[in-house]
């Protein structure tokens, strides 16, 4: 009786341990933002591990719809470890770059093309990890303002289907019902919007699939 009063004791923080690590663990947290740039839209998908692992997913629609280009970021903790970019339309166009959780250096770089594959440029490189902090700033901020995207196929004039299938009410303009139903014509339409406490603005009509591009953390 004795021994196992002293052994329980003995294991007593053990135990008082695993249950502050896991009630004190970060919880994995997935946001979808976006925003109006100067020459098109930009939707952002950010998802954080408990272990503090950033995944940062963009996609970039110029207004004109010529090229839609996508950019992949990871971050352990808060130091950046791999950059992928590439266009999602027209010629093949890719941008891969990799970095050391240590201390930062490079440890590959690469520009891939249709016919040919070369290094990165010092100026390059530079230029997408600057690239990356600015985005990861600016998700951080819609995020903190509760700036949320969201995306979905056109029923009709005011209801939309989300892509995790929930009909939602939306208040359309005349002239963005006219042009969703327009393009709705021979194949579906579909629109994403962001919603904040200043009301709701749409960022993309199309045909392209928005659901498909839409990545999903759900199981991670």
């Known amino acids: 009786m004795r021994l196992f009063s002293y052994r329980s004791f003995l294991l007593f923080p053990f135990f008082c341990s695993l249950c502050s690590c896991a009630l004190f663990q970060k919880k994995p947290e997935s ?10 839209v930009v939707r952002i998908w950010q998802h954080t591990t408990s272990s503090n692992y950033t995944t940062l997913q963009t996609i970039f629609t110029p207004f004109d ?12 903790q808060d130091s950046l470890v791999s950059i992928t970019k590439q266009s999602l339309q027209g010629p093949e166009d890719r941008f891969s770059a990799r970095f050391s959780r240590k201390d930062g250096t490079t440890t590959f770089m690469q520009q891939k093309y249709a016919t040919s594959r070369q290094p990165l440029t010092v100026n390059e490189l530079e230029l997408a990890k600057f690239e990356a902090q600015r985005l990861l700033e600016a998700s951080r901020d819609l995020i903190d303002g509760r700036v949320e995207l969201h995306q979905g196929r056109w029923l009709s004039t005011q209801q939309v289907e989300k892509c995790d299938r929930n009909l939602v009410q939306f ?8 042009r969703l139903s327009s393009l709705s014509q021979q194949t579906p339409a579909y629109v994403a919007w962001i919603e ?11 045909t392209r699939n928005l659901c ?9």
Do not use: I
Not at 66 to 76: F, G, I, L, R, T
């Open 65 to 76: 719809d010529s090229n839609e280009s996508e950019a992949v970021y990871h971050w352990d």
């Open 212 to 220: 498909q591009q839409q990545p999903n953390y759900s199981k991670k």
């Open 196 to 206: 904040a406490s200043e009301g709701q603005q749409v960022l993309l009509m199309t």
């Open 31 to 40: 946001h979808a933002t976006g925003y109006l740039a100067d020459r098109g």
């Open 171 to 178: 208040h359309f303009t005349e002239k963005e019902n006219q």
